[in-house]
Nanobody, 122 residues
Framework: QVQLVESGGGLVQAGGSLNLSCSAS????????MGWFRQAQGKERERVAT???????NYAELALGRFTIFRDVAKHTVFLQMRDLRPEDTAVYSC????????????????WGQGTLVTVSS
C-alpha cells in the first residue's frame, strides 16, 4: 500500500513563511507527478503546484512568486516552500501523487495525503 504523509503545517502570521514536506511510502516503482493541493473551509480543493517527472514545475496563479515546489524523484518526496503568506492561504494542504506504480501490481491514478493544516493569522 502506498501512502503520502505530509508534515510542516501550523500557525503563522501574515507575511511569514512555512515549509511543507511530503514523503511517499511503500514499495514504489515510480510516481509520475507529485505536488500540492489545498482546500479551504467551505471551498473546493484547488491545485497549488505540481511537478511531473521529467518535466518542469507548474504553479497555479495563487502560488506564483510566493510558493516554490521542490521534488526528489528518487526519494519520492516533494516539498512546498511558502513565503509572504496571507490569511486567504489558510487551508488544509494535501500532497498529491499521480500515476503511481508499485509492487504487487499496484496502480493508482490519483492519490492524496491526509493533509496538513496551515493557518495564517492577520
Amino acid at each position: 500500500q502506498v501512502q503520502l504523509v505530509e508534515s510542516g503545517g501550523g500557525l503563522v502570521q501574515a507575511g511569514g513563511s512555512l515549509n511543507l514536506s511530503c514523503s511517499a511510502s511503500g514499495p514504489i516503482f515510480s510516481i509520475n507527478t507529485m505536488g500540492w493541493f489545498r482546500q479551504a473551509q467551505g471551498k473546493e480543493r484547488e491545485r497549488v503546484a505540481t511537478w511531473p517527472r521529467g518535466g518542469n514545475p507548474n504553479y497555479a496563479e495563487l502560488a506564483l512568486g510566493r510558493f516554490t515546489i521542490f521534488r526528489d524523484v528518487a526519494k519520492h518526496t516533494v516539498f512546498l516552500q511558502m513565503r509572504d503568506l496571507r490569511p486567504e492561504d489558510t487551508a488544509v494542504y494535501s500532497c498529491y501523487g499521480g500515476q503511481i506504480l508499485a509492487a504487487g501490481g499496484y496502480r493508482k491514478s490519483d492519490l492524496w495525503g491526509q493533509g496538513t493544516l496551515v493557518t495564517v493569522s492577520s
